[in-house]
């Protein structure tokens, strides 16, 4: 018999949520082969078999709750076994080619098995659930067959042949005033970063502060260097790296903003892991792009499209989101005009941009001139930082990227 239990996820997470069982009992599992896919706090993962067997027992039920460490399933190493140990001589040959063909049925049955359930990431089974989707029908290009997220999404964009209408079913909940509802289960991942924000608001004396730049002098130099860039560093040149590299600055100046409240203690950090928000489909998520402040542009805007194709391929480890000292979060690229960014965890500051929006602005007391504008957002905990360091904090991302070269000099 073999446990399988839930494995040490990270420090910080301690319970997972079954989202799918990928074997069933009396199903066959290789060893090494994936038997559950568990949805944490931050990322999925799939949990392997150490044994070869049948699967015994599932101890949990899609959707339950379990703990690290706790036994989800049982695994019957090889099978049953027969209690004789020895046969008669006149039996052997017979007993031989019953287990021949025992063995054959037991290879189809894997066979058959595995053709049912085809090989698929776990974003790719988590969309195709969503979707309805029957991942047998989906075809991949992957050269070992497995399905893949972006698969999914090519195969549900697809015209669909005209079927029997299918009546759909009722809603959930029906209010006595006769309006229909329907009640949706937050996944894991959104009730985490509900409690998350929640606390972090109950918890902190959370202020925000704003500034706004003219963004002419970052946009002409893009605009001089992003082609031999993209030929260089085969990345393009964003306002990411500006935004990181300006921030880095920043918080050597102001290090009280890159560090954390431990009880009466602050932790002063000398290191600069910056946090980029990138969104999801099941919500906002935070990998961390490290030691900044020994990257150029082309490393940072490397990194942040790495971490990036990652978060939306659902491929991130607990590593990538572990770790950050201070976060970038960009609302502008919905739009966003103006926004008050919640602090992330137990960081102490949070820099928002926002869309880029061209604005009248004086030039001086004669002269008027169409500027591209962004505002700026500094969420910052009171306790730690006062208004003048926070208003300090901005006004340095400012003069750095409105005088762009100047970032080189402070790298």
Known sequence: MAEIKVPELAESITEGTIAQWLKQPGDHVDKGEY????????????????????????????????????????????????????????????DKSQEEQKAEDVSEKVTEEKKERPIASPAARRLAREKGIDLSQVPTVDPMGRVRKQDVSSYSDQPKQESAPVQKPSPSVVPEDGKPVERVRLSRRRQTIAKRLLEVKQNTAMLTTFNEIDMTAVMDLRKRKKDNFVKEHDVRLGFMSFFTKAVVAALKKYPAVN???????????????????????????????????????????????????????????????????????????????????????????????????????????????????????????????DGKEAVGFLVTIKKLLENPEDLLLEG
């Open 35 to 94: 038997i559950v896919e568990l949805e944490t706090d931050k990322v999925n993962l799939e949990v392997i078999s150490e044994e070869e067997g049948i699967v015994k027992e599932l101890k949990a039920t899609e959707g339950d709750t379990v703990q690290v460490g706790e036994v989800i399933a049982i695994v019957e190493a090889g099978g049953e076994k027969s209690n004789n140990d020895e046969a008669p001589a006149n039996t052997q040959v017979k």
């Open 259 to 385: 560090s954390e409240l431990d009880g009466d203690e602050l932790i002063m950090k000398n290191f600069y892991d910056i946090g980029v928000a990138v969104s999801t489909d099941e919500g906002l998520v935070v990998p961390v792009i490290r030691d900044c402040d020994r990257k150029n542009f082309a490393e940072i805007e490397s990194d942040i499209l790495a971490v990036a194709n990652k978060a939306r391929d659902n491929k991130l480890t607990l590593s990538d989101l572990s770790g950050g000292t201070f976060t970038i979060t960009n609302g502008g690229v919905f739009g966003s005009l103006l926004s008050t960014p919640i602090l992330n965890g137990t960081q102490v500051g949070i820099l928002g941009m926002h869309t880029i929006q061209t604005r009248p602005v004086a030039i001086d007391a004669e002269r008027m001139e169409n500027r591209p504008m962004m505002y700026v957002a500094l969420s910052y905990d009171h306790r730690v930082i």
